[in-house]
């Protein structure tokens, strides 16, 4: 087993390596390496899922059937941790040849977006099976170096707490 090194992984993170892929409905999906602007948006998405606090045993299958219409985002959720914030849409080219009076050929091209987030997280809601779900987003999140994340935005919030500002009344 190839060991990796820190330096290694930043070169990856900074060169946008993929870090491994995941396939969903027969398609391949290239993993993107972790970035902040992805822990970002899994933030976002993570903050609208309704707070479901814990219920005995025999009222789990009740809570699940209550619950699952607001969990859709589950989907997104996996689909940008997969995807990463940058891959999120892609735009192509597509190049149209059309006759004019049956004599003439012109061609034009035109360009259109495809939200590749929409698409994934349907076909993960659609195919994935709940178990893969939760194994591809708790390992995707390991993935993400959230701790080394969270090592920065506490340092940096006890360094503003250590150094209150001076106020000057005039």
Known sequence: MEKTTIESQVASAVLERKVGSIVIDGKTYEIAPPTLATLILISELVSTLPVVERVPNNQIVNSVLHYAKDYR????????????????????????????????????????????????????????????????????????????????????SEANILKPTKEVER
Do not use: W
């Not at 034009?108 to 195919?127: M, V």
């Open 73 to 156: 985002k589950l989907g997104d959720i996996c689909a940008v941790l997969i995807l990463g914030a940058k891959n999120l849409t892609q735009e192509i080219e597509e190049t149209h040849t059309r006759r004019i009076l049956g004599l003439f050929k012109r061609s034009y091209t035109t360009k259109r977006t495809i939200d590749r987030k929409t698409e994934l997280s349907r076909l993960i809601t659609e195919n994935m099976r709940p178990s893969v779900v939760f194994d591809v987003i708790v390992k995707r999140l390991q993935d993400m170096e959230v701790g080394s994340f969270f090592s920065i935005t506490t340092s940096l």
